[in-house]
């Protein structure tokens, strides 16, 4: 399995950003989560979104609720962060982040089995 994530850049306090992460080799008959992490210089990794495709239920931090919309296209394995409204205190390399089984999965992604490589959100005041 294989984590692909795109997006990400430079935008001013107030604008929006789209992230992407494309999964593939997940068994067609697998459930699986994903979910973005972010971690900012000097803290620690948290995860911010998640969304399970078993329900499409989703989990979000409390930061970011509101602002930041995680969604997928099942037939892709895509996930997508519409992030919306950035501030300053987003400003952190995100990633995003799978797990899969045979049975069905929930919200937040505790263990990821894989990682997509950073991609940097820079967000200016």
């Known amino acids: 399995v294989q984590l692909q994530a795109s997006g990400g850049g430079f935008v001013q306090a107030g604008g929006s950003l789209r992230l992407s992460c494309e999964a593939s080799g997940i068994a067609s008959n697998s459930y699986y989560r994903m979910g973005w992490y972010r971690q900012a210089l000097g803290k620690r990794r948290e995860e911010i979104a998640c969304?399970?495709?078993?329900?499409?239920?989703?989990k979000y931090l409390e930061s970011v609720k509101g602002r930041f919309t995680i969604s997928r296209d099942s037939a892709s394995k895509t996930i997508y962060l519409q992030m919306d409204n950035l501030e300053p205190d987003d400003t952190a390399i995100y990633y995003c982040?799978?797990?899969?089984?045979?049975?069905?999965?929930?919200?937040?992604?505790?263990?990821?089995?894989?990682w997509g490589q950073g991609i940097r959100v820079t967000v200016s005041s």
């Open positions: 982040a799978a797990d899969w089984t045979y049975y069905e999965l929930k919200c937040p992604v505790v263990n990821p089995r894989m």
């Open positions: 969304i399970s495709s078993s329900d499409d239920s989703t």
